[in-house]
């Protein structure tokens, strides 16, 4: 009777229905990771049945929204058609890509050479997590010591400005593609305009009262890309001009940075003066203080006022009394505001819309920002008011001519010399 009773129990395991249930809980779990994995897979344009050892995932997408996102169905399916299938989908809201950011992206910010885009192969540097071929200018062994002392200061990658030189002028424009097709080889859709979150760090320290120990800022540029290359710089066609800060003038192509163009300012470096702008001391700064400014371009028929406010019609470099300048004036016997040897951040928005058959764009800046979301540049941010606020209508033509970008930084410095660490970088557009 024993032996007959443990021989039942053998054959209720065994038998198919007990096993088939089994079998079934199993495949649902398997059904299930491989939607999982399906969704985690997806990128746009994605769709349709991916086989794996375990089973096949298929995707669908409807979008993108307004708001850039695609609605994804990711169904997982194990043994179809047998008595043991299982499915299971899942459902997700999913952005069309990452933002760009240095983490991913840093290596397709293209290096300047002299002669296009720089006068010198140490003004703008990239340092990656990891050892690139030497840039253009410099042997591999100089490339190796630079890269082995500059690499772990910032985490992700950074971006180095001025390179502690003395009259350099230079730019740096991504180049990479993003989003299936919003950017080509760093030719991007402006579309309804952008955010932009980095940290920088001036590693100088300037305590002068009027803040002329060091050199002379940098801009975060927007440019047209139909007539900027990637080549694309300001600065003096010869010498020295830190004041044009790599934005103004007619740069070593004799064309500069033509525009339509925005740029944000980051001037440390007071040059009030207001006469001819092909003359030293030119860009009618408000006063010896560090400032933000918002930048268009000047009097069509130079590049020599592109940076000086008040300079231009339609439209007009802002000046102190608008929302588009901002500064910080220095406090007791301290360091200038910028200048103190300390990281910064700065997030930039450009809100852009068509209006009466030219652009309505609104340009906003919040140094140092602090609120919830200040870094998160897949929404704007409303937890601050903004230092810099301001709005401009572009004619047709220019408004069309910013329907396809570059963006990245310029640098200039003249008799004093400047390092500037651009860093934590990201970027996404406003859909």
């Known amino acids: 009777m024993l032996l007959l009773s443990a021989l039942a129990a053998s054959i209720t395991l065994l038998s198919p229905g007990a096993a088939q249930t089994k079998l079934a809980g199993i495949n649902e779990a398997r059904a299930y990771y491989l939607a999982l994995s399906g969704l985690n897979f997806w990128s746009p344009g994605k769709t349709g049945s991916y086989t794996l050892a375990t089973g096949t995932f298929i995707l669908n997408q409807t979008g993108p929204d307004a708001g850039g996102y695609y609605t994804v169905t990711s169904l997982g399916r194990v043994s179809p058609g047998l008595p043991s299938e299982a499915n299971h ?226 439209p007009v470099n802002p000046e102190k009394q608008s929302g588009g300048y901002y500064e910080q004036a220095r406090r007791g016997n301290g360091p200038n505001w910028l200048e103190d040897g300390q990281p910064h951040s700065l997030r930039l928005e450009i809100h852009r819309s068509d209006a009466g058959g030219g652009g309505d764009y609104q340009v906003r800046a919040w140094i140092d920002p602090a609120g919830e979301g200040h870094a998160d540049v897949t929404a704007d941010y409303a937890a601050q008011t903004p230092q810099i606020e301001h709005r401009v209508t572009l004619a047709a033509a220019d408004h069309a001519g910013l329907d396809a970008i570059r963006f990245g930084w310029t640098e200039g410095t003249g008799g004093q010399s400047q390092t500037v660490a651009i860093y934590d970088f990201s970027l996404d557009f406003r859909r």
Do not use: M
């Open 89 to 314: 989908q899942l459902t997700a809201r999913r952005k069309s890509a990452k933002p760009i950011n240095f983490d991913d992206d840093i290596d397709d910010f293209i290096l300047p050479t002299v002669g296009q885009g720089t006068n010198n192969a140490r003004s703008i540097l990239v340092f990656d997590s990891d050892l690139a071929d030497a840039p253009p200018g410099l042997s591999e062994h100089e490339w190796a010591t630079l890269w082995a002392d500059n690499v772990n200061r910032y985490a992700g990658g950074w971006v180095r400005l001025g390179g502690g030189l003395t009259n350099s002028h230079g730019a740096i424009w991504y180049g990479g593609d993003y989003d299936a097709g919003t950017c080509s080889n760093g030719r991007c859709t402006l579309g309804r305009g952008l955010r932009a979150y980095f940290a920088f760090a001036f590693f100088g320290y300037d305590d002068s009262n009027d803040s002329t120990r060091c050199a002379d800022g940098f801009t975060f540029a927007v440019v047209t890309a139909a007539n900027d290359p990637a080549t694309a710089v300001g600065g003096p066609a010869s010498g020295s001009r830190g004041e044009y800060l790599g934005y103004a003038g007619p740069g070593p192509s004799g064309h500069g940075i033509v525009p339509p163009k925005i740029a944000l300012e980051v001037d440390t470096y007071p040059n009030k003066g207001r006469g001819r702008t092909t003359d030293v001391n030119s860009r009618a700064d408000a006063g010896n203080a560090n400032h933000l400014a918002v930048l268009y371009w000047g009097d069509a028929a130079t590049p020599y006022d592109d940076n000086t406010h008040g300079a231009g019609t339609s």
